[in-house]
């Protein structure tokens, strides 16, 4: 088993983190939304830069430099921990690709699982697109289920549809009308 271990970033290092994720976030909603980039670098700053801020009432951020067993830094996480409603969202994971599909992802979950259920956290939420399959399997593997899918269409003056899973049965409907799943939300109880 490969062990991975979570240390928290520091600020500049988070800041180096977050400066990336603009351009990282930017290309991933261009390729899914398909916004041409420069509209794609504005969401994604905005997005970001509204989530960034830490709100003591609301809950608080927390950066992650994830470390193998050789103390090498084989990726990264940004997890957003509400304390006083138990919930965590993870709003970004991502292994280098030197270290994909060694089992960082899967033991960085299980990690952060660890971490969320010693702070009494009891729930924890994340978004994939649909086109990341191997992120939506892992996810699927390790317990998460879908709470809601959400779709897309058009281009310039794009519709938005989010389905809880209870209505799923409703979206080959709203993709006969030409909309397309563009990502999905998990969940998952942490035991």
């Known amino acids: 088993m490969v062990f991975t271990k ?3 970033m520091i600020k500049e290092e988070f800041e180096i983190y977050k400066n990336k994720m603009y351009d990282e976030y930017a290309k991933v909603l261009s390729e899914n939304l398909l916004l041409p980039y420069h509209e794609s670098l504005a969401r994604a700053e905005s997005q970001i830069d ?5 709100d003591e009432k609301n809950g608080k951020n927390y950066a ?8 090498e830094q084989v990726g990264r996480m940004w997890v957003f921990v509400n304390n006083d409603r138990k919930k ?3 709003y970004d994971i991502r292994i280098f690709p030197k270290y994909l599909r060694k089992g960082y992802a899967t033991m960085a979950i299980k990690e952060l699982e660890k971490k ?7 729930k924890i939420g994340l978004n994939v ?3 990341n399959k191997a992120a939506y399997n892992l996810y699927k593997k390790l ?3 879908e709470t809601y899918i959400i779709l897309i269409k058009g281009y310039d003056n794009q519709k938005f549809i989010t389905l809880p899973r209870y209505l799923k049965f409703l979206q080959g409907f709203f993709e006969s009308l030409n909309y397309r799943v563009v990502a999905v939300e998990m969940r998952k109880k942490i035991e």
């Open 143 to 145: 317990g998460f289920t």
């Open 6 to 8: 979570l240390e928290l």
């Open 116 to 122: 969320l259920k010693n702070d009494k956290v009891k």
């Open 129 to 131: 697109f649909s086109s």
């Open 88 to 90: 965590a969202f993870v």
């Open 64 to 71: 992650y430099n994830i470390i193998n067993e050789g103390d």
């Open 50 to 54: 509204a989530i960034c801020g830490d």
